[in-house]
């Protein structure tokens, strides 16, 4: 049985342990294309190297910095896949990407600073401004030939601003940053004197027409207001576990990431057997990944097809992510009404553009996940595809 087989997507298992907006949280029979989360269990090697540390019985204090070995993987796979060369000292292993997130805004943001954030882009990016106290400066992010236009950034940025969130590729649109773009951010973070706060939790997940370009490739040096994180939940499929880290090239500003985080008082940090799973995930799992990529890339082109085909709703191509974005303003509904009766009428669930998720520019739209199986997809699918031409009868659109 190949890994990304049907058969190998346990459903009686997802229903008990997937949560948010997933199999455990939605009726019976429904199917759930909702949150970023692999629908496969995850490579054996994980699996293998937490049973061994299972099995040694200690679950003891690990170091505050998170273990050593641990740190090194990360700096090995990140410039190995990516050519993003960080000092193993300069990464933070953390208990997740969003918490990553929170600790860079808390650490550089102070009450009234304004940080600019996409929209639409993922909700973490304002929640952890908002933590912070600051104020989430909403960039409207159009797609323009398949890129982000950046042309009208500059006019959002105030004497307030301190901060620049990227997400890259970007969460939901399934973008890769051009080099170009890159250039466009720093120049404006130099010239303003900006932190950046970097989000390259999808950076595994990108397709082969379009390479991934990390902000690093414009030279460390420039990177020193750039502040970084990965998470290992989209990649190897293990959210649960709560694993992540922040890196940086400036050796004041990750001190500051470290006091801030609370490891050093134990009061943050990272699990054990999570950061056992993560050097599993790094040191052995890539092989999986690139598997897994290829048969993302057949469930993205045939969910493009099938789309493509359906009456009143359009969708661009993603470069990365498995992620679909696809625009419904066609049908003179809202995302929550369109994906509600899709809910009610053909047990499909996605997850609503608007608000609550991207940001008011992402109204009119809906997210579809498809990691998982051909089978389900195309189940999903016909669904979608079942629902609209209900929907159109129905209204006699
Ligand atoms: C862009 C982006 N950043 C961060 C996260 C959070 O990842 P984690 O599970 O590591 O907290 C997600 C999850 O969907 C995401 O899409």
């Given at each position: 049985m190949a890994l990304f087989d049907n058969e190998n997507v346990n459903v009686d298992v997802l229903k008990k342990r997937a949560f948010n907006y997933r199999w455990a949280e939605v009726p019976d029979g429904t199917i759930p294309l909702t949150a970023?989360?692999?629908?496969y269990p995850v490579a054996p090697e994980i699996r293998e190297a937490m049973m061994a540390y299972i099995n040694d019985g200690y679950f003891s204090y690990t170091p505050k910095m998170g273990y050593p070995e641990f740190r090194e993987s990360i700096a090995r796979a990140l410039y190995a896949r990516k050519q993003e060369k960080i000092d193993p000292d300069l990464i933070l292993p953390i208990d997740s990407a969003a918490r990553g997130m929170y600790v860079i805004a808390e650490t550089f943001l102070r009450p009234g600073d304004e940080m600019i954030v996409f929209d639409?882009?993922?909700y973490l990016f304002k929640e952890s401004a908002l933590a912070a106290g600051a104020v989430p400066v909403l960039f409207p992010a159009v797609l323009k030939d398949g890129h982000?236009?950046?042309?009208?950034?500059?006019?959002?940025?105030?004497?307030?601003t301190r901060m620049i969130g990227l997400c890259n590729p970007h969460n939901p649109y399934g973008v890769v940053y051009r080099k170009e773009d890159l250039e466009h951010i720093m120049g404006l973070c130099e010239k303003y004197g900006l932190y950046i706060m970097n989000d390259e939790i999808w950076s595994d997940i990108v397709f082969p027409e379009k390479p991934f370009i990390s902000i690093y490739a414009l030279g460390n040096e420039r990177c020193r207001r750039v502040y970084s994180v990965f998470g290992f939940s989209k990649s190897?499929?293990?959210?649960?576990?709560?694993a992540g880290c922040v890196y940086c090239t400036d050796r004041d500003g990750f001190e500051k990431i470290v006091n801030k985080s609370a490891v050093l008082t134990t009061a943050g940090g990272i699990a054990s057997i999570s950061q056992i799973a993560g050097t599993a995930c790094m040191d052995k799992c890539y092989y999986w990944v690139d598997e897994f990529l290829a048969h993302l890339k057949k469930n993205r082109d045939y969910a493009l097809e099938r789309l493509s085909s359906m009456p009143l709703i359009t969708c661009h191509k993603p470069q990365a992510t498995y992620l679909l974005f696809p625009c419904i303003k066609e049908f003179g509904m809202t995302s929550e009404e369109f994906t509600d009766y899709l809910k009610e009428k053909v047990q499909l669930a996605l997850v609503s553009g608007g608000?609550?998720?991207?940001?008011?520019?992402?109204?009119?739209y809906c997210r579809i996940c498809f990691a998982t199986s051909a089978e389900i997809l195309k189940e999903g699918l016909d669904r979608l595809e079942k629902g609209i031409h209900l929907l159109i009868q129905e209204r006699n659109l």
């Open positions: 970023a989360d692999p629908d639409p882009v993922d982000i236009d950046l042309s009208e950034l500059e006019k959002y940025i105030t004497p307030k190897f499929g293990i959210a649960g576990l709560r608000e609550q998720f991207f940001g008011p520019g992402s109204q009119g």
